[in-house]
């Protein structure tokens, strides 16, 4: 299935499309009111990247009660990985997640520290959309979504990223959270 997405964004950073189907997106958005970057991105049933391949197999080797945010993320398992992770928290029932934790290398992708911010203020109306409609596939399903993204200017590629998206458990099993992890291509 193939499926096109375009949206104007007037904003420094890009916004990475949240999907919760196979297929093919574009999105394109003004950087600096200058330059059109767009994000074509697709779903991949395997990561491709070494460190979303390791992030994956973490995940896959879970404890029968899930990935625990706080016992199990973070951790020293994988601490390698941590500078690449953004863990997500609800917030009114669903409608809106809290970055709880963001790593270091994040920066690249939003050219500002996340930690705290809503998802509503990370991305435009239509992409938060997608991205809540993918978050909450991801915790019904308790089933990873991995996305392969390319942010072009025209010809040029700027960033060629996967992301990865898992299931959490919440501290003290309280409700689902979501960790993604974000490995860039050099």
């Given at each position: 299935?193939q499926?096109?997405?375009?949206?104007?964004?007037?904003?420094?950073?890009?916004?990475?499309?949240?999907i919760?189907?196979?297929?093919?997106?574009?999105?394109?958005y003004?950087?600096?009111?200058?330059?059109?970057?767009?994000?074509?991105?697709?779903?991949?049933?395997?990561?491709?990247?070494?460190?979303?391949?390791?992030?994956?197999?973490?995940?896959?080797a879970r404890?029968?009660d899930?990935?625990?945010?706080?016992?199990?993320?973070?951790?020293?398992?994988?601490?390698?990985?941590?500078?690449?992770?953004?863990?997500?928290?609800?917030?009114?029932?669903?409608?809106d997640?809290?970055?709880?934790l963001?790593?270091d290398?994040?920066?690249?992708?939003?050219?500002?520290?996340v930690?705290?911010?809503l998802?509503?203020?990370?991305?435009?109306?239509?992409?938060?959309?997608?991205?809540?409609?993918?978050?909450?596939?991801?915790?019904?399903?308790?089933?990873?979504?991995?996305?392969?993204?390319?942010?072009?200017?025209?010809?040029?590629?700027?960033?060629?990223?996967?992301?990865?998206?898992?299931?959490?458990?919440?501290?003290?099993?309280?409700?689902?959270?979501?960790?993604?992890?974000?490995?860039?291509?050099?």
């Amino acid at each position: 299935m193939q499926f096109c997405h375009r949206a104007r964004r007037n904003a420094p950073s890009g916004a990475n499309a949240g999907i919760t189907r196979k297929g093919l997106g574009v999105m394109t958005y003004a950087v600096d009111r200058v330059a059109e970057v767009w994000d074509v991105f697709h779903v991949l049933d395997v990561p491709r990247h070494p460190q979303a391949q390791e992030f994956l197999a973490f995940w896959k080797a879970r404890p029968k009660d899930g990935i625990v945010i706080g016992r199990d993320v973070p951790s020293r398992r994988i601490a390698g990985l941590l500078g690449h992770i953004i863990v997500f928290e609800p917030v009114d029932g669903g409608s809106d997640y809290r970055v709880r934790l963001a790593g270091d290398s994040i920066r690249l992708r939003f050219d500002r520290d996340v930690t705290g911010m809503l998802m509503s203020e990370m991305f435009p109306p239509a992409q938060f959309r997608e991205h809540i409609a993918t978050t909450l596939a991801v915790i019904s399903s308790q089933t990873p979504v991995i996305i392969d993204s390319h942010l072009t200017n025209g010809t040029v590629e700027k960033m060629h990223m996967e992301v990865v998206i898992l299931p959490a458990v919440a501290p003290y099993r309280v409700g689902n959270w979501t960790f993604v992890g974000l490995f860039y291509f050099h």
